[in-house]
């Protein structure tokens, strides 16, 4: 907590809130260009959300955010330092999971802090305080087969909470489970976060997930795509069930899907002519 | 059939109730076929062969002087004994070599086909080269046994390292694991149930390369005792041996079961790759 409460002395000149830059990120497989030109910041306490149509290389942004994927042009600096690689600091939510199915649900939360070395103490101290945090108590003992496709994302995000991450990366950590475990989930992550506030980046292709989640929302489109539109999202925190009844709500969501479907609905015109 | 639908449904409390049924019906019908068996070799024999040929009375009624011969307590201690040591040889070196060559693209370029070519190498043409090199010993038998349970651990393992989810690795990746590390908390575990595959193919095959060096380098054991009354006319003799190698083959495939049961909760065929 403390860690995030400190001002970010020695950051770069003018965006001294940003803990994540992107700075005209270029990607391509072979000859395939994904994504071209894009360029945005994360500020320390600010929920980004990326929502693009399928296939817009959305989670390939994230996984080059992450270092998990090297990038052709441009650059991302987290804080002082350039991303090539997986950094301390940063931690991923998948849209897979990714628990470990031969490890109970205590060791998959314990993973991340293992791989980075912590004592065994503070393991014992930490995992127990997160597996509680995403309402896991009583399961630490339960093998990922046990539990609900909710609950294992639960998991899933206790292992990145763990590491006290500055930076949470969400890979449309939701898409995978029904739409009730879901809405339950983004009010839960909006609590949690309410609690320990980060920089995080929320990809999806919801686009009501992306107004609820996001303080600006980032519109990523085109072949290869880029930064359409950023849309910031002025709705009042904390953000609860009474946000979507708002009128705001449904006017910012109504301008994101204008957004996202402008060219959609142009393309079909265009087919339609003789 | 509502009852039995019930049961595959819920885990902890039908199946358990199910289960004794289940076994006792299985073991009837295992008692069944067995019987069968005996009562028609016991016929054939009777009615068309030489009195010397050994039948079921008769390999009951020695079973007690067999049982009190030192001898054969000592050759099969001696059998399971080098049985035992070179399982847990071909084990370790199976097993490195084999996450080396599923994981490593030059490694697998480099020995792939000599590895698929030794394991279709019937075992016994290297007899004459381990004779050789180690004399009609122990020592011999050993070799002859890695050789014959190696290359079935090397192949399933290299197939269950390279068969790892790339999820999996992903979020190894992403929480900064060591190599080292990943292959350890990673690889290897994921690739159990093919190293589960392999070992039981090793078993069997060890158990043939020891019983082979034995009929053939004259080394005693098992495998002499089986040759030696065979030919001194002592075909009921020579059958409680066959019939106790048999015992070894069952034993461990209970025991491998058994311990996938009791190690490896998490896995299970029909819900693997979540």
Same mark, same amino acid.
């Given at each position: 907590m403390t860690k995030h409460e400190r001002p970010a002395g020695g950051a770069p000149v003018s965006k001294d809130s940003a803990r994540i830059r992107v700075n005209g990120l270029g990607k391509h497989y072979g000859t395939l260009?994904?994504? #071209?030109n894009v360029s945005f910041d994360v500020g320390e306490r600010e929920i980004v959300a990326i929502v693009g149509p399928? +296939?817009?290389g959305k989670t390939t942004l994230l996984r080059c955010i992450d270092g998990l994927l090297p990038v052709d042009e441009g650059e991302i600096w987290f804080d002082q330092q350039r991303v090539t690689s997986p950094l301390p600091g940063v931690a991923m939510v998948f849209q897979h999971f990714g628990l470990f199915p031969w490890k109970t649900v205590y060791d998959n939360v314990a993973y991340g802090l293992r791989m980075a070395g912590a004592p065994q103490a503070e393991i014992d101290k930490r995992v127990p305080e997160f597996v509680k945090l995403v309402g896991l108590a009583g399961f630490e003992k339960a093998y990922p087969y046990q539990i609900s496709g909710g609950m294992q994302q639960r998991c899933g995000l206790a292992r990145a909470l763990a590491v006290e991450p500055s930076v949470l990366l969400m890979d449309e950590p939701f898409a995978a489970v029904d739409a009730q475990t879901r809405e339950i989930l983004q009010f839960e992550l909006l609590r949690i976060w309410e609690q320990r506030p980060t920089a995080m980046i929320f990809v999806t292709h919801s686009i009501e997930e992306a107004v609820l989640l996001g303080h600006r929302v980032i519109v990523l489109k085109g072949r290869?795509? +880029?930064?359409y539109e950023t849309i910031k999202i002025e709705l009042p925190h904390p #953000?609860? #069930?009474?946000t979507l009844r708002e009128p705001r709500f449904a006017e910012l969501r109504e301008r994101v899907w204008g957004t996202l479907m402008a060219e959609a609905q142009k393309a079909e015109f265009e087919l339609e002519k003789p | 059939m509502t009852e039995a639908n019930a049961a595959i449904g819920i885990p902890a409390t039908s199946a358990s109730a199910a289960k004794p049924k289940r076994a006792g019906s299985a073991l009837i019908s295992r008692l069944i076929a067995g019987g069968c068996i005996l009562l028609a070799w016991e016929v054939i024999v009777r009615m068309f /062969?030489? /009195?010397y040929v050994a039948k079921p009375s008769n390999i009951v009624m020695v079973i007690p002087k067999v049982m009190t011969d030192p001898l054969f307590w000592n050759s099969t201690a001696q059998t399971l004994g080098a049985v035992a040591q070179g399982l847990i040889l071909a084990l370790i070196f199976g097993t490195i070599i084999g996450l080396l060559l599923g994981r490593s693209v030059t490694m697998e370029r480099m020995l792939r086909h000599y590895v698929n070519g030794f394991y279709a190498v019937p075992m016994i043409v290297i007899l004459p080269l381990v004779t050789l090199w180690f004399g009609y010993t122990g020592a011999a038998r050993l070799a002859t046994i890695v050789f014959a349970a190696v290359f079935s651990i090397i192949i399933n393992v290299s197939d269950g390292a390279r068969a790892v989810p790339r999820e999996y690795l992903e979020v190894a990746a992403s929480f900064r694991s060591s190599k080292l590390r990943m292959y350890i908390e990673i690889v290897l575990p994921a690739a159990t149930p093919y190293f589960l595959a392999g070992l039981r193919l090793a078993a069997g095959r060890a158990l043939i390369g020891a019983v082979v060096a034995e009929f053939f380098a004259a080394i005693g054991g098992l495998g002499h005792f089986i040759l030696y009354n065979s030919r001194t006319f002592h075909h009921a003799e020579a059958f409680v041996g066959v019939l106790l190698l048999a015992g070894f083959g069952v034993g461990f495939e209970v025991l491998v079961n058994w311990s996938t049961k009791r190690f490896l909760p998490w896995y299970r065929r029909d819900d693997r790759g979540t």
């Amino acid at each position: 907590m403390t860690k995030h409460e400190r001002p970010a002395g020695g950051a770069p000149v003018s965006k001294d809130s940003a803990r994540i830059r992107v700075n005209g990120l270029g990607k391509h497989y072979g000859t395939l260009e994904v994504f #071209r030109n894009v360029s945005f910041d994360v500020g320390e306490r600010e929920i980004v959300a990326i929502v693009g149509p399928s +296939g817009c290389g959305k989670t390939t942004l994230l996984r080059c955010i992450d270092g998990l994927l090297p990038v052709d042009e441009g650059e991302i600096w987290f804080d002082q330092q350039r991303v090539t690689s997986p950094l301390p600091g940063v931690a991923m939510v998948f849209q897979h999971f990714g628990l470990f199915p031969w490890k109970t649900v205590y060791d998959n939360v314990a993973y991340g802090l293992r791989m980075a070395g912590a004592p065994q103490a503070e393991i014992d101290k930490r995992v127990p305080e997160f597996v509680k945090l995403v309402g896991l108590a009583g399961f630490e003992k339960a093998y990922p087969y046990q539990i609900s496709g909710g609950m294992q994302q639960r998991c899933g995000l206790a292992r990145a909470l763990a590491v006290e991450p500055s930076v949470l990366l969400m890979d449309e950590p939701f898409a995978a489970v029904d739409a009730q475990t879901r809405e339950i989930l983004q009010f839960e992550l909006l609590r949690i976060w309410e609690q320990r506030p980060t920089a995080m980046i929320f990809v999806t292709h919801s686009i009501e997930e992306a107004v609820l989640l996001g303080h600006r929302v980032i519109v990523l489109k085109g072949r290869p795509s +880029g930064i359409y539109e950023t849309i910031k999202i002025e709705l009042p925190h904390p #953000r609860t #069930r009474a946000t979507l009844r708002e009128p705001r709500f449904a006017e910012l969501r109504e301008r994101v899907w204008g957004t996202l479907m402008a060219e959609a609905q142009k393309a079909e015109f265009e087919l339609e002519k003789p | 059939m509502t009852e039995a639908n019930a049961a595959i449904g819920i885990p902890a409390t039908s199946a358990s109730a199910a289960k004794p049924k289940r076994a006792g019906s299985a073991l009837i019908s295992r008692l069944i076929a067995g019987g069968c068996i005996l009562l028609a070799w016991e016929v054939i024999v009777r009615m068309f /062969a030489p /009195a010397y040929v050994a039948k079921p009375s008769n390999i009951v009624m020695v079973i007690p002087k067999v049982m009190t011969d030192p001898l054969f307590w000592n050759s099969t201690a001696q059998t399971l004994g080098a049985v035992a040591q070179g399982l847990i040889l071909a084990l370790i070196f199976g097993t490195i070599i084999g996450l080396l060559l599923g994981r490593s693209v030059t490694m697998e370029r480099m020995l792939r086909h000599y590895v698929n070519g030794f394991y279709a190498v019937p075992m016994i043409v290297i007899l004459p080269l381990v004779t050789l090199w180690f004399g009609y010993t122990g020592a011999a038998r050993l070799a002859t046994i890695v050789f014959a349970a190696v290359f079935s651990i090397i192949i399933n393992v290299s197939d269950g390292a390279r068969a790892v989810p790339r999820e999996y690795l992903e979020v190894a990746a992403s929480f900064r694991s060591s190599k080292l590390r990943m292959y350890i908390e990673i690889v290897l575990p994921a690739a159990t149930p093919y190293f589960l595959a392999g070992l039981r193919l090793a078993a069997g095959r060890a158990l043939i390369g020891a019983v082979v060096a034995e009929f053939f380098a004259a080394i005693g054991g098992l495998g002499h005792f089986i040759l030696y009354n065979s030919r001194t006319f002592h075909h009921a003799e020579a059958f409680v041996g066959v019939l106790l190698l048999a015992g070894f083959g069952v034993g461990f495939e209970v025991l491998v079961n058994w311990s996938t049961k009791r190690f490896l909760p998490w896995y299970r065929r029909d819900d693997r790759g979540t």
